[in-house]
């Protein structure tokens, strides 16, 4: 005979020091339900980027905050005003070095990410960098 919880057949009830704290059917969780995180985090503060470690640039910025948790960011670049592309993801810190490019002209962009996958609403931008010794 199978167990049964509030008419439901189940596979496995867990239970604490004075209630259920979670209910099974199979290996599905069915109870507690745990509504799905639809908010993204914050935009991300204070991007800079420092080329002090030429050709490298050190791109820096202040952690975003998320109602759960920010997993990480996502960094994008364009050369030259071209195409962005997304160089970096699910960055864990708040700073990275890329390579770059002598004597040419690049933006930088950046969006938090949270556990659910969710991205900020808008980028924080760094609007373009000229690369080059002594920069």
């Known amino acids: ?3 049964k919880f509030g008419g439901l057949d189940v596979s496995a009830i867990k239970v604490g020091a004075s209630s259920v704290t979670k ?3 199979g290996s599905n969780l069915v109870w507690p339900i745990i ?3 639809l908010i993204p985090p914050s935009t991300v503060t204070n991007f800079t980027a420092i080329s002090s470690f030429y050709p490298e640039i050190e791109l820096n910025w202040d952690a975003a905050t998320d109602n759960v948790a ?3 960011y996502d960094v994008w670049e364009s050369i030259g005003g071209g195409v ?3 160089i970096r993801t699910n960055i864990a810190g708040t700073n990275i070095l ?8 690049v933006e930088f962009k950046v969006k938090a990410v949270d556990t ?4 900020s609403v808008n ?8 690369i080059g010794p002594g920069d």
Request: no cysteine; charged share 15%; proline share 3%.
């Open 98 to 105: 890329v390579n770059g490019e002598t004597s040419t002209y």
């Open 84 to 86: 962005w592309t997304q």
């Open 23 to 25: 209910i099974y059917q």
């Open 70 to 72: 920010v997993s990480g």
């Open 116 to 119: 659910s996958g969710n991205r």
């Open 1 to 3: 005979m199978g167990l």
């Open 123 to 130: 980028f924080s931008n760094i609007d373009g960098y000229d």
């Open 35 to 37: 509504p799905e995180d």
